[in-house]
């Protein structure tokens, strides 16, 4: 089991720009799959983006070109870069490892708004 602790979110423009932190409790994160979830209110939790060990990234469709998902094994902390924020990028982001622990983090609002 890795404790995962997400950070980062606050409330930002449309058009503005945040960097989410999910940092790791312990060294082995930079061999894990990570994933970026998020969850809008009212609304089932999206799969966003995700990091390998190797460095390869994917990401969702609603988010290609604008996010972008890195890791540096030295924090033991995987990043997630939000550019263009939309009204719809609004919602609870959380990391979680891939296949996913049972145990979610609290996760951090981001709340893109004018």
């Known amino acids: 089991q890795v404790q995962l602790v997400e950070s980062g979110g606050g409330l930002v423009q449309p058009g503005g720009s945040l960097r989410l932190s999910c940092a790791a409790s312990?060294?082995?994160?930079?061999?894990?799959?990570i994933d970026w979830y998020r969850q809008a209110p009212g609304k089932q939790r999206e799969w966003v983006a995700r990091i390998f060990g190797s460095g390869s990234t994917h990401y969702a469709d609603s988010v290609r070109g604008r996010f972008t998902i890195s890791r540096d094994g030295a924090k033991n902390t995987v990043y997630l870069q939000m550019n263009s924020l939309k009204p719809e990028d609004t919602a609870v982001y959380y990391c979680n490892t891939n296949p996913p622990q049972n145990a979610w983090g609290q996760g951090t609002q981001v709340t893109v708004s004018s």
């Open positions: 312990r060294s082995i994160f930079s061999m894990l799959i």
